[in-house]
Structure formats: C-alpha cells, structure tokens
C-alpha cells in the first residue's frame, strides 16, 4: 500500500513538473530545464529549481562528491 502511494505521489509530481516546462516553452519559449545541476569553478554543486513560477538553488556538493566516490569505487564513469 506503501509503495503503491509513494508511486503515484511520484508520478503526480513529476506530471505536474512537465506541464509547468511544456507551458512554459509554449507560452514564453523559455526551455530552460526546470531542475538543473550546475558544478561551479570552485567545485561547488548547485541544483537549480525553476518550476511554478519559483527559482531557487540549494548546494549539493556534498551528494555530488558521495555520487562520484561510489562511481569510483564501483569502476563506472561519473554522470
């Protein structure tokens, strides 16, 4: 039952984050993705939120830096 909620919460959520995109690129041409990752030239990581008419940004540097050590401890190539 669990499972199945959090599924549809998903779903419904990811939904509602391509209708925001596609109205916005068909009403203002602006295609700008509505969650970004950005890496700074300091080696700050930032996500970027652009979505129901919001922007906001959050550091991430340290999801970015576990990412890349499982990456290199399980011999894949980082995203």
């Known amino acids: 039952m669990a499972w199945g909620v959090s599924l549809a919460a998903l779903l419904l ?19 700008t ?3 970004q990752l ?20 959050f550091d991430v540097t340290w999801w970015d830096k576990a990412v890349g050590f499982l990456c290199d401890f399980a011999c894949l190539p980082r995203p």
Do not use: I
């Open 38 to 57: 950005r890496r700074q030239g300091d080696g700050a990581t930032l996500l970027e939120v652009k979505a129901f008419g919001q922007e906001a940004s």
């Open 33 to 35: 993705p509505p969650v």
């Open 13 to 31: 959520v990811c939904g509602a984050l391509t209708v925001d995109y596609q109205g916005r690129r068909l009403s203002f041409g602006d295609g």
